[in-house]
């Protein structure tokens, strides 16, 4: 059963600093891996999706790393923004056959501080 | 584009009701999971339809079921509410398996 975990759960920093959340899965066999973030009350918005044959996406100030070997993947925030404080989840896609199933880390909460 | 549409935004029933929610998904997208969110078990995947087909479940009894139209349009049905069933469903469309996964903004049950 693949199970993913993220840490820190929360995490405080000022404005202006980079930030690495981390994820970890436990099963290899995966799709792909995507990263989410989520505003309280709201859905998820997609942020970088990672497929399972690639090292690195990157977007604007985002940039994501999988190892899949390893069952690692992280979130690079550069010069964190006030706005950029939600809570962050990282999904592996991985189903049985051609089916899609994503199974969520627990999030980390992340507060940017003015 | 449109996104991915969920209605309706919140509902209140009462235990032993039972209720319909629905999700639009993005135009051309033909594979549509839903998702329930507690704040005590985090996001939990219910099942995955594709072209009118579900292919894949998790772990819910049988009084969660869903069906997927041919306009790819989806529906999900709890039948006989519980207070545990009080959640955020979250519902994800995507073109393909592999394919980036684009989320709704739910659909807020409140059982009473």
């Known amino acids: 059963k693949q199970e993913v975990t993220q840490i820190p759960a929360a995490l405080s920093v000022p404005e202006g600093e980079n930030l690495v959340l981390n994820c970890s899965f436990t099963?290899?066999?995966?799709?792909?891996l995507q990263w989410f973030r989520q505003d309280p009350g709201k859905g998820l918005t997609s942020l970088l999706l990672?497929?399972?044959?690639?090292r690195e996406q990157t977007s604007g100030r985002l940039n994501a790393s999988l190892d899949k070997s390893s069952g690692r993947s992280t979130l690079y925030i550069a010069a964190s923004q006030p706005g950029d404080s939600a809570t962050y989840l990282c999904?592996?896609?991985?189903?049985?056959?051609?089916?899609?199933?994503?199974?969520f880390g627990s999030g980390t909460q992340l507060t940017v501080l003015p | 584009k449109a996104g991915v549409t969920q209605t309706p935004r919140y509902l209140i029933k009462t235990r032993g009701q039972q209720v319909t929610l629905s999700c639009s998904p993005i135009s051309g997208h033909r594979s549509v999971s839903w998702y329930q969110q507690t704040p005590g078990q985090g996001l939990q995947f219910l099942f995955e339809y594709f072209s009118e087909t579900q292919r894949n479940k998790g772990n819910f009894p049988g009084r969660f079921s869903g069906r997927q139209f041919s306009n790819s349009r989806s529906e999900m049905n709890v039948s006989t509410l519980e207070l545990g069933d009080s959640a955020l469903y979250l519902c994800a469309s995507s073109f393909l398996t592999d394919t980036e996964a684009f989320f709704g903004q739910g659909t807020r049950l409140t059982v009473v």
């Open positions: 990672i497929q399972s044959s690639q």
């Open positions: 999904a592996v896609n991985k189903g049985s056959g051609s089916a899609r199933q994503l199974t």
């Open positions: 099963d290899s066999a995966i799709y792909n």
